[in-house]
């Protein structure tokens, strides 16, 4: 059993490392299939549970440092609409593979909104108001296009081997389209920043150009829009191995709720988990399946320190932050109907509220708006108050609109990245960081595994991420638990 020990036997285990090896030797030695405690329920633990779960491995323990599940996964009741704060869109579908999260969203009746980017060359906005010609715009965005096509075609060319890796910028150059004025750097922010939440002079051309996403699930993506919230899809998965009452609320006593984990010991014969209320559990293996925003912060201390390669190459991945602010008006100042859902504005400054959508589709009568922010615009936005951000954002919209336009009633400013929980919203491949390092991150440190979207081997930072990395760190452990089949496999450099 994953079980809580007293205090007085835990301090017993830390006076000394001989204590702390015997008492845990006695407790899993003889266990069969070893205890887990998974530290986390976002998608990815919930998944690693379910994997386990399924494969005989029952007697797990997950440890949620908030008082529900679903992580990043989080709808919230904005001026009486269910809106996300987190992620938003199932992406990648329509294409050879089936992404598994668009299985779930179809399975559970979710309610989804394909969503069209292609009438942005109506609908982007001058910095002082007024659209710009549909033919300016339309040149700016098959610039863009052509500088992608040129940094794939480049990327699949670069060897791996040599670790030849450049950052997309660096691409751009090379294309000799480096964007600069405010409706180039409009339409470069929606075609780079919009998706991996960082610039073009971070984020790397050989693990980003082409992106697995999208060549292997398809390129469309559906905005979800359900009063059962996006979580459901982690609630599906949930279900599937923890038990429910009448109410189909989750009442399996191995899910515990508010417990913030706050260390890790770990031996060769077992691990200790200490949360922020002083439980103290025990157990055989332990998965850790927190953002790499929060493993990069000392909210979890490990006992003994992990090793240098792995905190090396965890503290060089990045976590992004991207931030989606809802607004709602008395009444629609703003074109509606077919083909005008996104549009873009214009600044002189990169990335100033650039990205917009009209949620009339998604939310019928609601009058309300999406603006979506990145990086340090993010950083900003989330340390001032809420009043300065909603009297920026009237700012750019009556330049766009006029001034004639009412004030917003409501605005809701998620902060992800000043959650200790979260650090951040989702990962993303920072140039410098080689496919080895990358491995390095997801590798298992003796009985202590790692799961999570930023340990997706190819899909890191999305939902379906999330998941698949669930099951595939589950069942890394499993080979371990299972077959003896312990050793990492991580490739030699450069392959
Ligand atoms: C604003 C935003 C927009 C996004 N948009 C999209 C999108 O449109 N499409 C898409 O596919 N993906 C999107 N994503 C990414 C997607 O949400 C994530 O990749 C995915 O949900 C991550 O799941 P996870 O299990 O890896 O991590 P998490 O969901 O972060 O789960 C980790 C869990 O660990 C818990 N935890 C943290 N510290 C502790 C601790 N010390 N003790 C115990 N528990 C702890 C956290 O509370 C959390 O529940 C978005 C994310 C955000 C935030």
């Known amino acids: 059993m994953v ?174 389209h480096v964007p600069s004025t405010p409706i180039d750097m409009a339409v470069d922010y929606y075609g780079n920043d919009y998706e991996f939440a960082e610039p073009p002079r971070v984020t790397s051309l050989q693990n980003t150009r082409p992106l697995p996403t999208f060549t292997n699930y398809g390129e469309d993506v559906y905005f979800v829009a359900d009063p059962r919230g996006y979580e459901s899809v982690v609630h599906f998965v949930a279900k599937q191995f923890l038990t429910t009452n009448n109410a189909s609320l989750i009442t399996d006593p191995r899910l515990k709720l508010n417990k913030v984990v706050r260390e890790i010991r770990y031996s060769r014969s077992g691990v200790i988990v200490k949360t922020e209320d002083g439980s103290i559990y025990r157990a055989g293996y332990v998965m850790v399946s927190t953002s790499i925003g929060v493993l990069q912060t000392k909210l979890i201390n490990f006992q003994p320190d992990l090793p240098s390669w792995k905190i090396m190459a965890m503290y060089q991945f990045d976590m992004s932050i991207y931030t989606k602010i809802f607004l709602k008006f008395p009444y629609k100042f703003w074109p509606t109907g077919n083909g005008t859902e996104f549009f873009l504005y214009a600044h002189e400054r990169r990335g100033y509220y650039t990205i917009w959508q009209q949620l009339e589709m998604e939310y019928p009568g609601a009058n309300a708006l999406l603006v979506t922010v990145t990086d340090d615009e993010s950083r900003r936005i989330e340390q001032q108050p809420d009043s300065a951000t909603k009297a920026e954002i009237m700012k750019v919209l009556r330049d766009m609109f006029g001034n004639h336009i009412p004030e917003a009633t409501d ?85």
């Open 3 to 176: 079980n809580m020990i007293n205090r007085a036997v835990v301090a017993a285990f830390f006076i000394s490392n001989i204590v702390l090896g015997f008492v845990l030797t006695e407790t899993t030695a003889s266990d069969q299939t070893p205890s887990v405690i998974i530290v986390g329920a976002g998608m990815s633990g919930i998944s690693a549970a379910k994997t386990l779960s399924d494969a005989g491995i029952k007697d797990i323990l997950i440890l949620e440092a908030t008082d529900r599940i679903g992580g990043r996964i989080h709808k919230t009741n904005f001026a009486g609409l269910s809106v996300e704060m987190g992620a938003n869109w199932v992406e990648g579908v329509g294409g050879s593979e089936v992404n598994p999260i668009w299985t779930m969203a179809k399975n559970l009746k979710l309610k989804t909104y394909h969503s069209d980017y292609d009438n942005l060359s109506s609908n982007t906005y001058k910095q002082k108001g007024g659209l710009y010609k549909k033919s300016v715009a339309q040149a700016s965005l098959d610039r863009a296009d052509e500088a992608t096509t040129f940094s794939t075609n480049l990327s699949l060319s670069l060897s791996v081997h040599r670790d030849e890796d450049i950052s997309v910028l660096a691409a751009q150059r090379l294309s000799n």
């Open 411 to 495: 605005i809701l400013v998620p902060k992800w990245w000043s959650n200790r929980f979260f650090k951040g919203t989702f990962s993303n491949w920072p140039i410098g960081v080689s496919r080895y390092e990358f491995d390095q991150i997801r590798a298992q440190v003796g009985r202590v595994y790692f799961t999570g979207e930023h340990t997706s081997e190819h899909y890191n930072g999305y939902v379906h991420g999330a998941y698949l990395a669930g099951i595939d760190s589950a069942n890394m452990m499993i080979n371990c638990i299972k077959k003896k089949m312990c050793k990492f496999q991580n490739l030699p450099k450069g392959t």
